[in-house]
Every structure is written in structure tokens, then in C-alpha cells.
């Protein structure tokens, strides 16, 4: 996400209301929840693949803001969930489908290889509710993009050519450290899944601006129709 820009502000810039249900894929120590504290009137579920995390949230968050729950990803991941469990490409989230009005993944998609970020966007439209939005940072390529790659210029080198010919890596040996996505790609995945990519923020990563990655705002296009 943006350096100068909070992921609450993201958020209501694509439509949140404080009725919504969200869901914060990826929730780390809680930097979205504590940020929607006093706001928010509906519900809060984050889920990270980081037990520590996880735990330290619910001692310190949910027992003063009950409607604010964490959740555990038990899911493969060499840094923060070592061992033998199902990747991320089988990971079924544990939610009833169409819970949630509002789905954020920051820096999530960053780290999925090709047949895990299918995956996710699959989830996603299975758990946005009619009405529902969901937005998520990215690393995107287009021809420009690769370019200033190749001469050194953007923020985070992408040398390694991913051999599903689809990503670049920034580590060959640590291929989720960090993943850039062709825009192509990303943009059949979410047709694919029936989502219909509403608003894309360009990002300046690119061109060596820390942290400003690239987001995204989708809608089902089915529910965009019954709604019209």
C-alpha cells in the first residue's frame, strides 16, 4: 500500500461504511482493526498465517472489542508456518460463503506464487456478499514496468523470470519474499472468478517509491448486475 496513505483510508475511499463486514486477509498485528476501533460498527475477521500474531491479537485486541476476531491460517509458509500442511493454493478460508461486505489483502498477493493467487482470488469472490468490494495490493507489470525493472530504477529489483512465465521473483531461492504479477494475469484471474476489477491505483514502486504498490477494487459482476 501507499506509504503516505492508510489502509482505513483506502478502504473508504473504495465505499466502507461503518455497517460493513470485513475481512483482513493477512492481518499481521492488527494494524487495520486497531484502525477501524471507534468506527467500526460491524463485524472484524482477520486471519493471518502468523500464529504469534494471531495470538498477541486476541489477547490484546478482541477481549476489549469482541466483535473484532483473529483467526489462524494453517496453511504452508516457510517464514512464519513451517511444516507439513496444505499450500495456499488448496486453502479453503474458513468462512461461509458471501460473509463479508469488504475483503483487504495488503501485501498479500506480494508473496503468492501463480497457482496461489489464483486461489485466493477465487476465495474472495466465493466470500464478498452482494454489494461487496474488495481491495488488494499488487505488484503489476506491463512492458513500461519491466523496463525500468531492467535498468535498475524501481524500488525492489525483479530479476528472476518466473517459469510459469506469468510473475517475476525477487529472489529465486525465496520465491515468495516478493512476486511481480503481469497485469494481464491478474486481470483473467479475477474474470475468471467473476469479479470485475472496478479501479486500479497506480502504484510508483516502479520508478523507486517504497512501498507504493499497486491497488486494486473489485466487484462480482453478477451482483453488479442484480444491483443496476
Known sequence: MRACR?????LE????RREHRILDIGSGIGNLAVGLIGYLEGTYDG????SDAVAWCRRTITPRHPTFRFHHADLAST????????????????????SF???????VYTHLLPEDAANYVREVARLLAPGGFCVASYFLLDE?????????ESFIRFPVNHSSGVCRL????????????DETFIRRLHDESGLRIRDVRRGQWWRGLAHDQDVLVAVHVDEERALQ
Not at 475511499?13 to 466502507?16: M, N, Q, T
Open 47 to 50: 486471519i493471518d498465517v502468523h
Open 13 to 16: 475511499i473504495a465505499g466502507l
Open 170 to 181: 525477487h529472489n529465486g531461492h525465496s520465491p515468495e519474499s516478493a512476486v511481480a504479477f
Open 101 to 107: 461486505d469488504v475483503i483487504f489483502l495488503a501485501s
Open 79 to 98: 517464514a512464519y508456518n513451517p511444516g507439513e500442511r496444505p499450500p495456499a493454493s488448496a486453502y479453503r478460508f474458513p468462512f461461509p460463503d458471501r
Open 6 to 10: 492508510g489502509a482505513r483510508t483506502e
Open 144 to 152: 513500461e514496468r519491466r523496463a525500468s525493472i531492467d535498468a535498475g
